[in-house]
Nanobody, 114 residues
């Protein structure tokens, strides 16, 4: 069974950058569409990006032009490069399959603050 673990979050100033990683085990990522989600305090979880093994990627309007999803099949890892970060990007970030989702992990906290 596919198992995903997020990492790479942290505290960054507005305008800064972070790269999140989503490491897969149990199955090859080639077979899966992988999405990034985030959940800010007091808000519902929302989709950020969705990318297939063919490289095609969808981005939410709120991150378009600032975030880039990619994958390294040799490392069985998906990445989310986040540039020009804003305070409203503060959230716990998760990677998962589209529906039906895998059980949600703890995610990785991203805090954008001066």
């Amino acid at each position: 069974q596919l198992h995903l673990v997020e990492s790479g979050g942290g505290l960054v100033q507005p305008g800064g950058s972070l790269r999140l990683s989503c490491a897969a085990s149990g199955r090859t990522l080639d077979d899966y569409v992988i999405s990034w989600f985030r959940q800010a305090p007091g808000k519902e979880r929302e989709g950020v990006s969705c990318s297939g093994s063919d490289g095609g990627t969808y981005y939410a309007d709120s991150v378009k032009g600032r975030f880039t999803a990619s994958r390294d099949n040799a490392k069985n890892t998906v990445y989310l490069q986040m540039n020009s970060l804003k305070p409203e990007d503060t959230a716990v970030y998760y990677c998962n399959k589209p529906l039906p989702h895998l059980p949600w992990g703890p995610g990785t906290q991203v805090t954008v603050s001066s």
